[in-house]
């Protein structure tokens, strides 16, 4: 597709790299040269200078024969108002980032006027990805597929619990026999396992199944399972004031702590159900005052990554709480090192939602990729194809089929019904299927199929320990 992208921030970069990558034909426009250069550099884009709502630059990107726009300035109104004129010069769809909560209350009605595909909401999109680990405190992530039909979750294995040194092929008989162990994270290396893989505490595992049979696994596993109560959140910005409203549904106790006592008192308005604290949250002896030990969870959503984390190490080591950690700007490579449950980063959220948005509308033949998450620090992806008609996949048994290595079938969902593959099972034409590989740039389904021919980017080499991604 030829997409043109407005906004050269984390967001707009990070989708630069993607959407490049995956063979787009895209332009890139942004008012600082120096980030033009940078982009032009790195990837293989055409750069503009200039302003995006400004007419000759809107003639020079050629957005008139655009299949797609994404707007990702830092200003709102800027991205609404370059979609608009997107959209008047031609261009068939257009995404918008919007932040503010004043705008995200008439997104319907922003998107009929200005006749947007989507408007994006970092923030929003950050609170919802909290709410669902605090809903199963046991999950560092749950990745949602199927419209929220299937779900995979990431957890950390307890250190002397049952999956302590348990091989896979043994998981069935002591723990749980209805899900299905997808990618082990180790020492910041992934590994797809197979039957003699031997799991080791303190390892990440990727996990799909069913809400309910994920929850028997967690009892089985020492993992909490019962849905957080009392939730203490610092920092009473955006992510806090969309999170709030969602844990107040789900009739949670919420605490909030901040040091702008104007924040305080607005917020105080909008949210009359929860505890409000003026002050300094980074006061340990305020946290543990005002209850931080009868907590059930700390959600960290400062404006600084550095007092976010501390915040949460103290919290997890004090009291032993299930942790949520704001971080936009930290290294992988550190933070894996650190005593941290859950970790949000919104503008990753909201380029990667970008990705699989345009992946889901991209051309092409057979089966499409309608979602995709990355796992692991971006080395496996589990991408979800719905089956066509002529998909190469259709009428044949899973333990018949000719997988590429580093390929794994993780659910099927066939109407409403998530369904954990076994040899047996069949795909049919409809079914939305999610495939867990270390392989790059799959666009079929019938890629994962050793008779289509594809260059692999990321080699793996099979053991009985599994399959080794290279970072």
Known sequence: ?????AGLGKVGTFLAGELSLEGHDLTVVDTRSERVRAATSNFDVMGMTGNIVAPDTINETGLDEADLFIAVTTNDEVNLLSCLLAKKAGCHRTIARVRWPEYSADMDYLKEQLGLDMIINPELLAAQEIERVLALPGAIDV????????????FKILPNSVLDGLAVKNVRSHVADNVLLCVDERNQLAYIPDGDFVLKGKDKLYLAGSRINVIKFFRKAGLPTAPTQRVMIIGAGKIAHYLVEDLLKEGM??????HDLATCEQFA???PGCII????GADADLLLEEGLMEMDALVSLTGFDEENVFLSMFAHRKAGLKTVTKANRMFDEVIQDLDLDT?????KLTAEFIVRHVRAIANGTGSNVETMHKLANDQVEALEFTVCENAPVIGKPLYQMDLKPGVLIALITRGDESILPHGSDQMQAGDSVVVITNNCGFTDISDILNTTPYPRQNQSTS???????KP
């Open 463 to 469: 053991s009985a320990k599994g399959r080794k991604v």
């Open 343 to 347: 970790l949000i980063n919104p503008k």
């Open 277 to 280: 604290i003026h002050g300094d």
């Open 253 to 258: 106790e919420v605490t909030i702590i901040d």
């Open 1 to 5: 597709m030829q997409i043109v992208i």
């Open 143 to 154: 990745d949602t597929f199927s419209h929220g039909i299937g779900e995979i979750y990431k």
């Open 269 to 271: 308005l909008l949210h």
